[in-house]
Nanobody
Framework: QVQLVESGGGLVQAGGSLTVSCAASGNIFSVNDMGWYRQAPGQQRELVAAITSGGAANYADSVKGRFTISRDNAKNTVYLQLNDLKPENTAVYYC???????????????WGQGTQVTVSS
């Protein structure tokens, strides 16, 4: 089994910063792409940022220049630095990872339980 555990969410004022983290653990042989999604109330889940195992990142247009995704491959951990936060960034942020287990030949998609980020105006 593979688990993704997020941490670091919370309440922050507009203009503030926050870092959320996600650690993958369990039966892991390798981790491919990792990413962050978010879902606001009444909205669909959307991609915020993603990063390959080699470190190539891509971002949603709405967060470019304000959010930074990074990862530590040795720790199977992905981070999202959120700067200049706006009230519309309020959402549950979910971690996603493509993980291959030792006994498997394919990468499977896993989700974390989500961490709440609330930005007050």
């Amino acid at each position: 089994q593979v688990q993704l555990v997020e941490s670091g969410g919370g309440l922050v004022q507009a203009g503030g910063s926050l870092t959320v983290s996600c650690a993958a653990s369990g039966n892991i042989f390798s981790v491919n792409d990792m990413g962050w999604y978010r879902q606001a109330p009444g909205q669909q889940r959307e991609l915020v940022a993603a990063i390959t195992s080699g470190g190539a990142a891509n971002y949603a247009d709405s967060v470019k220049g304000r959010f930074t995704i990074s990862r530590d491959n040795a720790k199977n951990t992905v981070y999202l630095q959120l700067n200049d936060l706006k009230p519309e960034n309020t959402a549950v942020y979910y971690c996603n990872a493509e993980v291959r287990s030792p006994s498997d030949y394919v990468y499977r998609n896993y989700w974390g339980q989500g961490t709440q980020v609330t930005v007050s105006s």
